[in-house]
């Protein structure tokens, strides 16, 4: 039987995977958090993979607190680089097939039309500079592959969704960024397609490609017009408003443009790709939040 193993099982997208796994019963799933596994601990690792193999890794485990990573660096890049290449070092012995999740975060985000996979990166915080570092951890082993996501959100832990969902009944007004422009990404939909991409492996029709791809949900539009859709499909009582970047300044610096291209993972594994709306609609049906 295939083995799978997903790190980073309690977050976002491993829980999503969690639940999906459930309906794939020819795939030996494991799922293991920082409680099962600390991933910057070298010596955990090895023990870990001592005496027992997996067929795929999926890597979810990530340092994500973008605004926090310019304080905490080491941090960061323990989590987010080398544990990457730790991971890979007791992999590479069973050519373990490896799919790794990036982030727009490492293009600059001045650009303006949608990124494609080879694109110059110029990551402008250390979250997007350790994000990095990880890829080319992945790129230097032959069995690696690189799915960068934007804007991801899921029914599971907290983002900008759920934010807006509370805040939305608890202030009588929000104010949301109109000038960064991106796709938001429903979780459980990333997970179907990584699953996708393990099950035309498993059955020969579309083998395993050690490269780099984007994968977001269809569409683009601004925070502002994300809220906004929230705000009506969930019938939410709060007025919001536009405001600029420089409006709402935080530590780390966000990317204006966020969209990328995702025509060479529709063209190679031939998945279908939702609309964000349809994504939000997903999330917010699982929630009991569509009205």
Sequence with gaps: MTRVL????????????KELSVHLQN???????????????????????????FDYLINSAAYTAVDKAESDK?????????????????IRK????????????????????????DFQVNPQSTY??????????????????IIRTAWLYSSYGQNFVKSILKKGREKEELKVVNDQLGSPTYSGHLAKAILDIINKDMDNSIPFKPEIFHFTNA?????????????????LPCRILPVSTEQYPLPAKRPAYSVLSKEKIISKYKINIPDWKTGLKDCLGKLGELR
């Design 74 to 90: 080491e941090t960061a890049f323990q989590v987010n680089a080398e544990a990457i290449n730790s991971l890979i070092s007791v």
């Design 94 to 117: 069973s050519q373990t097939k490896f799919i790794h999740i990036s982030t727009d975060y490492v293009f600059s985000g001045d650009h303006n039309i949608p990124y494609t996979e």
């Design 6 to 17: 997903v790190t980073g099982a309690k977050g976002q997208l491993g829980s999503d995977l």
């Design 128 to 145: 997007g500079k350790s994000k990095l570092k990880g890829e080319e951890y992945v790129l230097q082993y032959e069995n690696g592959m």
């Design 219 to 235: 569409g683009v539009c601004s925070w502002f017009d994300f809220a906004l859709k929230i705000k009506e499909l969930a019938y």
């Design 27 to 53: 795939i030996k799933f494991t799922f293991i958090d920082i409680d099962e596994l600390d991933i910057t601990s070298t010596e955990a690792i090895s023990d870990f993979f001592s005496g027992q193999v």
